[in-house]
């Protein structure tokens, strides 16, 4: 079977806190960034599959009917018999948006290069996985560079998210593994915060060129309601954000990831296919959830007023 977006990594059932006065109501959903991204390929209309490992449990069994809802073939997920499905959590102030992960042990923390499919990667036009899939064990990790080095030698575009999280591994380490990923890739998209913490820069530009010169193809650095710069060696652009009354932002770098492949498969215009993925980041922070708040292409659509 054929697939546009591959998506490597750890799906997760998501607890997102509702503004009602309390601060004690969760709304249960799903999460995990490359699953959330397989979604929003989906979502705008391209074949997405998943790989990675779920537990036995209550929790798995959700995520399955989920895939299966939303058109992602789940056909290389496996499921583990001891190990569980990781869980987080998303609480709002002030300040924006906080995660709390109980993930240790998961399920998908088990993966190890014997869990790749040795034919299916041949069918993928593009592999997507994130630093996160990377940092949740060194067997997950290993995953991510057989994965990588197996497509390659298919002809498979490899797309990278740069998702640092801190309280997976340290600074140093994430930016080693980091730097040795970037080089095999097509395209990477880092966030500005990310990118900041990991190479110390601050202007928008010379993160790009800092990427390029690491050896990626194209990179699209995303500046949340700021917009998103795109270099592909050639053009160095900024696009600007969109003015939305944004509630949750969780997922919206996901969001746009999907988005943006889905595009950039269409057109092969990665400055066209990042003002569409600005639109569906920009439209998934009017709601509440990781995969709830992800808009179709009919929806993208009608808000950029082009036709489907």
Sequence with gaps: MKIDVLCLGEALIEFNQLPDGTNNTFRSGF??????????????????????????DQFGREL?????????????????????????????DADGHHFTYYRKGSAASQMTPMDLPTDDLSQVRILHLSAITQAISSSSC?????????????????????????????????????NRTVPLCEVVMPSLDDASSLTGLIDPE????????????????????RGVRVSDGKDNLHIPGHKVKAIDATGAGDTFDGAFLTEWLRSNDPFASATYANAAAALSTTNYGAVDSIPNRNEVAKYLGIST
């Design 31 to 56: 999460g995990g960034d490359t699953s959330n991204t397989a979604i929003s390929v989906s979502r705008q209309g391209m074949s997405a599959g998943f790989l990675s490992k779920i537990g036995k």
């Design 64 to 92: 399955l009917k989920l895939w299966q809802r939303e058109n992602v073939d789940y056909s290389n997920v496996s499921i583990h018999p001891e190990a569980p499905t990781g869980i987080y959590f998303v609480t709002h």
């Design 142 to 178: 290993e995953t991510a560079f057989a994965a990588i080095h197996q497509a390659r030698k298919h002809g498979v575009n490899i797309s990278y998210d740069t998702n640092f999280r801190l309280k997976l591994w340290s600074l140093e380490c994430g930016r080693d593994i980091i």
């Design 206 to 225: 010379a993160i790009t060129d800092h990427y390029m010169e690491l050896g990626a193809k194209l990179v699209v650095l995303k500046q949340g309601n």
